[in-house]
């Protein structure tokens, strides 16, 4: 059984994400694209009813970019959508949008640590 569900249901949705992607989203995707940190990772994988922002398979990473809608307004379903994606074995990684932005070295350092 393969562990990204990707329903078909949700197909238009990831499609959707992808070609909308914010500019964070593109600044790490130029960093995570053709496996330059030595892990392949996937945009807008699914899982369930949840779609997260990058995923490596051989990993089992999630990241996650959050910004200050994440902050109180998102808490609690951030929090189950984490809980659900750690019971499938994922790792979560939760990266801020300014980190994106104004520390982007330490992120990818971050992110070399996860797939170590």
Known sequence: MRLTHNLNKF???RKKLRNESTEE???LWAQLRNTQLGAKFRRQAGFGKYIVDFYCPS???VIELDGSQH????LGYDNKR???LNSLGLKVLRIWNNDIRYNLAGVIEEIKYYLE
Do not use: F, M, S
């Not at 902050?71 to 998102?74: A, F, S």
């Open 11 to 13: 197909k238009p949705l």
């Open 25 to 27: 989203e593109a600044i």
């Open 59 to 61: 990993h089992k990473l």
């Open 71 to 74: 902050l109180e307004d998102n």
């Open 82 to 84: 984490t809980a659900y």
